[in-house]
């Protein structure tokens, strides 16, 4: 699976977007690009995924660049329950089961009052 | 969102003992599940596969005959700690993928082995 790189932490206001980047300069065309959140003491919560067009669901937006390069996960009005560390995972799709997820450090996501 | 449970939700046991934890697919069938670990404030890693019907594939490092893996049914897969020691304390989640290939996981374990 490609390797990520993801901004260790970041900090965002309390009711502003949240956007947290993720590099993926080395994605394979069949690799789909995964975002989940882990709360504090808790499993990781799925978020969103996509290929190379943009997605939207209750949770976030993704946006995923033109050469799939890089996407960004966008929270809309973030509140102090999306404190998390946000993690972007790239792996091979499509229902295959045994494509397990590799974690890599992920963004310390801090939403402050 | 498909819903996957662990049980327990957490665990305190002497060393010595053998702890089993259970992961179960709740609404959804899982031919796979997998076994992650996660030390404090480090992330996750994979210690194994869980196949239904077949035996477990284990990630480099990992002992076998340490963790054992039982994969029961299409809902249930276990994972049993085997003489436990302290530095096999842990926080130890399952996930399992939907339909669709999306790894749904498990609310984790917490062990401490005193």
């Known amino acids: 699976d490609a390797k990520t790189t993801q901004p260790p932490s970041m900090d965002c206001a309390e009711g502003r977007a949240a956007n947290l980047p993720c590099n993926h300069s080395?994605?394979?065309?069949?690799?789909?690009v995964y975002w989940y959140r882990q709360i504090h003491s808790q499993g990781p919560q799925y978020i969103i995924h996509?290929?190379?067009n943009n997605e939207t669901n209750e949770m976030a937006s993704l946006i995923i660049t033109e050469d799939r390069k890089s996407s960004t996960l966008i929270l809309p009005h973030a509140t102090l329950r999306d404190t998390a560390v946000y993690y972007c995972i790239v792996r091979v799709g499509g229902g295959n089961a045994g494509n397990m997820l590799t974690f890599g450090g992920g963004t310390r996501l801090m939403v402050k009052p | 969102g498909a819903v996957v449970s662990q049980h327990p939700s957490r665990v305190i046991c002497k060393s010595g003992t053998s702890v089993k934890i259970e992961c179960r697919s709740l609404d959804f069938q899982a031919t796979t599940m997998f076994w992650y670990r996660q030390f404090p404030k480090k992330s996750l890693m994979l210690m194994a596969t869980?196949?239904?019907?077949?035996?477990?594939?284990?990630e480099q490092g990992v002992e076998k005959d340490k963790f054992l893996i039982n994969h029961a049914s299409l809902t249930l897969s276990t994972l049993t700690v085997t003489s436990a020691h302290p530095e096999d304390s842990s926080f130890y989640i399952c996930s399992a993928p939907d339909r669709a290939d999306t790894q749904y996981f498990g609310p984790g374990t917490r062990l401490t082995v005193l």
């Open positions: 080395t994605i394979s065309g069949n690799e789909y």
């Open positions: 996509g290929l190379k």
């Open positions: 869980s196949n239904e019907g077949s035996k477990a594939t284990y």
